[in-house]
């Protein structure tokens, strides 16, 4: 019986360690292997009110693509949205809600300005959550 | 030339014995006469503009010569920390500014109170008061304007991708120089900006580093931190080589408050308080299971 308990629970620490290599490996891979220009990665954490943040200085006719990766589970129940300085959404207003630990979401805007990028989360979230991926895909 | 005619005129005028009675006419009215015809006296207006033009030429010249040497350029004074510990300074519009190692800055103050600093490396700045002018600050690619009392640090070492605005009291307005100054991001207290280098990418959000003035008081706070970013603030503070042998390392967390503390005593508290082992091998920290 003592046997089988510790094999029970060295099979939960390796999953916990594959887990936690399968953030940074897949960060890594997503950085060396998307074909978009790598901007910056964000881990995102989840505030008290459950929205985050980032205004950022976007270019007109540009395609930028997010990717959200968690290290530990699926990706659920993001709500995203890019609005400019007035708060109203201007574009990438979606929900993620993916079985997959990493999501792909893409946005442009029209005019090369000042802009607020939004992430709800609606549930809870430990720690890091989600490490964010900046890419910039197509430039006229 | 003319001033020889003129000669010869008048000397064949004083020759003249005298005039016929019924010629109206005398020296005076031909002179005045042959001044009119030879149009020998300059125009009053004239006259005016010749001598304005002139006038402003030659200011023109002087200016011109004053500000390609710089005689109304304001002084600039440099600054720079080469020494092991961090330095303050008081500058003369009340300000205080404190920098870190390997850092300098050269700041000028104009008479109207317009404040300019370039900075190289990592500093403090606390403003005083409110600015008769805005303040401007410059950090590699990434321009701070300050309008009101504002505290915050800018970290702007060459070698690092970003350069990061980190504002601890007001607000202040930041710039990429390559992305176009007309565009700005505010940046208010607790929050942090960071301005790349190389990818025209300026973002600003909540800061969430605790360690940001770690350099200046001293004191490094952990609440249950991951290993990855562990290292990686000792590795800034104290300039040295760490490296996680293993990636499952990396999300072990850890918790501790540490002020004016060497490294080694920050390692072995680790070691202590997590089935982490800590070895130094050449030059460089090795973090194990």
Redesign the interface.
């Known amino acids: 019986m003592r046997t089988i308990l510790s094999i029970f629970v060295l099979l939960l620490a390796l999953q916990a360690t594959v887990n936690a290599q399968c953030a940074i490996s897949e960060k890594i891979n997503w950085s060396k292997e998307y074909e978009g220009k790598f901007l910056k990665d964000f881990e995102v954490k989840q505030s008290e009110s459950n929205v985050t943040r980032y205004s950022v200085i976007l270019k007109k006719d540009t395609q930028y693509a997010l990717h959200f990766v968690n290290p530990s589970t699926s990706i659920s129940n993001i709500k995203l949205y890019v609005s400019d300085s007035e708060k109203y959404p201007v574009t990438l207003d979606t929900y993620v809600d993916s079985e997959k630990n990493s999501f792909v979401s893409r946005f442009k805007v029209d005019k090369k300005s000042a802009y607020h990028l939004f992430i709800e989360f609606n549930e809870k979230c430990d720690n890091e959550c989600v490490v964010m991926l900046l890419y910039l895909e197509e430039e006229e | 030339m003319n001033n020889s005619i003129d000669n010869i005129f008048r000397d064949k005028v004083a020759e003249l014995d005298s005039i016929p009675k019924e010629v109206e006419w005398t020296p005076e009215k031909g002179w005045a006469s042959y001044q009119q015809a030879n149009n020998h006296k300059a125009k009053p207006l004239r006259r005016f503009i010749l001598t304005a033009t002139s006038t402003a030429a030659a200011i023109a010249l002087i200016v011109a010569l004053a500000v390609n040497s710089n005689i109304f350029a304001p002084e600039v004074i440099a600054l720079q920390n080469q020494t092991d510990s961090i330095t303050e300074q008081q500058l003369p519009n009340g300000s205080r500014v404190w920098l870190n190692k390997n850092s300098s800055i050269a700041y000028s103050v104009r008479k109207s109170g317009e404040f300019t600093m370039d900075i190289d490396g990592e500093v403090y700045l606390e403003t005083a008061g409110t600015a008769k002018a805005p303040y401007t600050l410059r950090a590699g690619n990434a321009i701070i304007s300050i309008k009101s009392q504002a505290a915050l640090n800018v970290r702007a070492y060459p070698n690092d991708y970003d350069i990061d605005i980190t504002v601890t009291n007001g607000s202040v307005k930041v710039a990429?120089n390559i992305?176009?100054q007309g565009?700005?991001?505010?940046v208010t207290k607790g929050n942090y900006c960071?301005v790349?280098r190389t990818?025209?990418?300026?973002?600003?959000?909540?800061n969430?580093n605790p360690n940001y003035l770690a350099w200046k008081t001293g004191e490094i706070t952990f609440d249950?931190t991951?290993m990855?970013t562990v290292t990686q603030v000792l590795r800034s503070f104290y300039g040295q080589d760490i490296e996680i042998a293993d990636?499952?390392i990396?999300?072990i967390r850890f918790t501790g408050t540490y002020t004016n503390l060497s490294l080694d005593s920050i390692l072995a508290a680790i070691e202590d308080k997590t089935a982490i082992k800590a070895t130094r091998l050449h030059n460089k920290v090795i973090i194990s299971k």
């Open positions: 990429d992305l176009g565009l700005s991001l505010l960071s790349s990818n025209s990418l300026v973002y600003a959000t909540l969430n249950n991951p990855a990636d499952s990396a999300y």
